[in-house]
């Protein structure tokens, strides 16, 4: 069974204040294209569609016209939603849709969902988990809890999980899915996974608190992951499609693609699956130009680049110059980032920042602190009281 895995699109963002609208259409365009050509069974869209939970008029269209075009195809679309995503909008209308063969699941509700599709070697599971925090999880807990004291039902209650950790969040969902591994199974989830590769353009949890462990994902015979925008692996069947389009210039080096999935035959609980790229060619990149000014204002330096692209633009001329950015914009419009490498500047960022080098999760800081003035370690209440505090803090912020 062939499928395309796609994520990230973030439509309706702004980078650097320029909006990338007319960019997300274009290489919508080329993207369904590329489907029309692979033929795939399915599409999956692995969160982060909008870039807002409350995304502008023309990034809705912009969605609209693009599964508009996928739903005249033969293919079935399985879109969940992502951190960025507001789940009630993006998952409005998904009942009629389903009938058209678009999927959405929007916010974790408890319930499965999974769609099976059918090839000449049997079934293949899809299963969609929106973006979760422990928060979901536990309110979803919470709500069965107060059922089942309404049936009396003390037993179900006294049995209630402990979910601490984004992992066990993870986990208790995955667990509740029932997964037959016999068959053939794929996950469409949104997570951050220990390990991973982050650009600037995402959302840092500050500590490493949003991480899952990538063994919640072992039943599946692939994961389809979004909430990186860097192409990655994390292991031989996990993995980040990326972006369609560079967000930040932490991705100018990085090669954007569709990712394409084939999964054979099953035999002895292990699944054939081959997994190749197309690049996407952007109708503007993203790039990082260093030098003199008078270098990069010479012809023959940028006669044969794009100048139409997006630009960062490091002068290392250790004077500044006056009227620079000006004149580099006749040369270069475009231009996101503008700023000097000399040493000047690297005096000050030189200077030391006491938390650079803290990996420590901010759970880890405050035990830390309390066993520093308290003499001992805090106790499991404690434990669990600061945990709650401080994802509620992350939450919020």
Known sequence: MKFIHLSDLHLGKRVNEFPMTEDQRYILNKITEMIKEERPQAVLIAGDVYDKPVPPAEAVELFDDFISGLAELDTEVFIISGNHDSAERLSFGSR?????????????????????????????????????????????????????????????????????????????????MGVNTAERNVIISHQFVTGSVRSESEEIAVGGLDSVDKSVFEAFDYTALGHLHIPQDTSERIRYCGSPIKYSFSEAEKDKSVTIVELGEKKDGVCKCDIRCLPLEPVRDMKVLKGRFNELTDKNYYQNKNTDDYFRIILTDEEDVIGALS??????????????????????????????????????????????????????????LMTGLIEKIWRDA
């Open 327 to 384: 004149v580099l914009r006749s040369i270069y419009p475009n231009i996101m980032r503008f700023e000097y490498d000399n040493v000047r500047t690297r005096a000050i960022s030189s200077m030391p920042d006491p938390g650079a080098n803290d990996s420590r999760s901010p759970l880890e800081i405050f035990g830390d602190l309390y066993a520093s003035q308290n003499g001992k370690a805090m106790d499991d209440e404690q434990l669990r």
């Open 96 to 176: 009629i849709m389903d009938k058209r063969g678009i999927h959405f699941a929007g916010g974790y509700d408890g319930k499965t969902h999974m769609f099976p599709l059918k090839d000449d070697f049997g079934l293949v599971n899809f299963y969609m988990l929106p973006f979760l925090k422990p928060t979901h999880v536990r309110a979803v807990i919470d709500k069965e809890s107060i059922a089942a004291s309404d049936a009396e039902d003390a037993a179900a209650d006294s049995e209630r999980p402990e979910i601490r950790t984004y992992t066990d969040a993870v986990a208790y969902a995955i667990d509740r």
